[in-house]
Each structure stands twice: as structure tokens, then as C-alpha cells.
């Protein structure tokens, strides 16, 4: 059963960078044929994609982010990062990460990490 | 981007009740439209991939249907344990984006 978990800090200063990581378990990044992602969900809001890697370290990022996002992944640790940069309250949001798989020709987000909250705020 | 939109935003129904909850592509995306589950604190849950399969391990009280621009989620005979809301999600193309949601609570 694969499983992931979002770690780091929870509050974060206006201007500064957050940076979260996904811990994955029950499988592996290297394998391959699955993409990588990161959801966000404002609070008591609809959900926003922020961009995916593949576990070559090819990324997209949604272009209504990506001037401040930077996703990474570490095979040997089995984790993928997220950094945004710039940060204002607008980010402060639930940050979840997610298995991006491909299921039909279809990409559905079929497993998720339980999701960590990241304010900021001074 | 493709934006998506659902309706009712919200709706009260009973244990026992058929809901139908629709979700529109601001553009055709043939069957690429997924359904989540969330409850509150909680991940969302996949339930229904490429517009009408049901995802392992989901009840088969749920159901899809549509292609192009419009689709459904029904839930044939509503449980407790579906009050919750869902979310319609566009795999079409990149970026991929979600609807807005519908919430389900008690009547």
C-alpha cells in the first residue's frame, strides 16, 4: 500500500520560501510510470494543482505558479520536494502531495498524503 | 486553462435519497474527468476516473457518467457515510484544475 507524508514548517514569514517534502513508502519513485504532484487547498476552498515530477526530475508547473515554484525529487531518499518562494498570506493554505498515475490513458491522483497546513504569516 | 464548474454548489439530502451532482468543462474533454471524495480534515478520495469507472475499493452506489463538456456523479441511495464533498477534476490537459465542489450534508 503506497502512502506518503508531507513534512516541514507549518508557519512561514511573508516574503520567505516554503519548502515542504513528500516522504514516499510502499513504493518506489525510481520505478517509474507514475508522476509525482503537489495539491494545495485553501481554507475552506476548492483545490489548486501546483505541478507534478517524474522521477527523472522532468517537471510542469502550473503557469499561474511557476515564477515561485520549484519542484525537486531525491530517488535515494524516495521524497520529492516543493519550494515556493515569495511567499504572501494568498499562500497560506492545506499543502497535500499526491501519486499522479495514469490509469485508462486517463492521470487521476489516486493516492494522497493526509496534508499540512502552512500559514504565513509575520 | 479549462475551467470547471459544479452544481449545486451544496444540497441536503436523506439516508436512502438518489443525488446527482454535475460537473461542466468550460471546454470538451472527451471522458477525462475524474471524482473525488473529501471529508473534512481528510485527503480527498478518488472515486470515479475517465468519466464512469469506479476507482477499487469504491462502493458501487457511485456512478459516472458524460463526455465532451457535461458530466454526473450519482450516488444511488445515499449512506451516512457520504455526506461529504465532492470534487470533479479535468485530466485533459495541463494545468490540471478541479471544480469548485459540491458539499452533501444531512437533511
Known amino acids: 500500500q503506497v502512502q506518503l507524508q508531507e513534512s516541514g514548517p507549518g508557519l512561514v514569514k511573508p516574503s520567505q520560501t516554503l519548502s515542504l517534502t513528500c516522504t514516499v513508502s510502499?513504493?518506489?519513485?525510481?520505478?517509474?510510470?507514475?508522476?509525482w504532484s503537489w495539491i494545495r487547498q485553501h481554507p475552506g476552498k476548492g483545490l489548486e494543482w501546483i505541478g507534478y515530477?517524474?522521477?527523472?526530475?522532468?517537471?510542469y508547473y502550473n503557469p499561474s505558479l511557476k515564477s515561485r515554484v520549484t519542484i525537486s525529487v531525491d530517488t535515494s531518499k524516495n521524497q520529492f520536494s516543493l519550494k515556493l518562494s515569495s511567499v504572501t498570506a494568498a499562500d497560506t493554505a492545506v499543502y497535500y502531495c499526491?501519486?499522479?498515475?495514469?490509469?485508462?490513458?486517463?492521470?487521476?491522483?489516486?493516492?494522497w498524503g493526509q496534508g499540512t497546513l502552512v500559514t504565513v504569516s509575520s | 486553462d479549462i475551467q470547471m464548474t459544479q452544481s449545486p454548489s451544496s444540497l441536503s439530502a436523506s439516508v436512502g435519497d438518489r443525488v446527482t451532482i454535475t460537473c461542466r468543462a468550460s471546454?470538451?474533454?472527451?471522458?477525462?474527468l475524474n471524482w473525488y471524495q473529501q471529508k473534512p480534515g481528510k485527503a480527498p478520495k478518488l472515486l470515479i476516473y475517465?468519466?464512469?469507472s469506479l476507482q477499487s475499493g469504491a462502493p458501487s452506489r457511485f456512478s459516472g457518467t458524460g463526455s465532451g463538456t457535461d458530466f454526473t456523479l450519482t450516488i444511488s441511495s445515499l449512506q451516512p457515510e457520504d455526506f461529504a464533498t465532492y470534487y470533479c477534476?479535468?485530466?485533459?490537459?495541463?494545468?490540471?484544475?478541479f471544480g469548485p465542489g459540491t458539499k452533501v450534508d444531512i437533511k
Open positions: 510502499g513504493g518506489s519513485i525510481s520505478s517509474g510510470g507514475y508522476y
Open positions: 515530477i517524474y522521477y527523472s526530475g522532468s517537471t
Open positions: 475517465a468519466a464512469s
Open positions: 477534476q479535468q485530466s485533459y490537459g495541463t494545468p490540471f484544475t
Open positions: 471546454q470538451s474533454i472527451s471522458s477525462y
Open positions: 499526491a501519486r499522479d498515475g495514469v490509469v485508462t490513458a486517463t492521470r487521476v491522483f489516486d493516492y
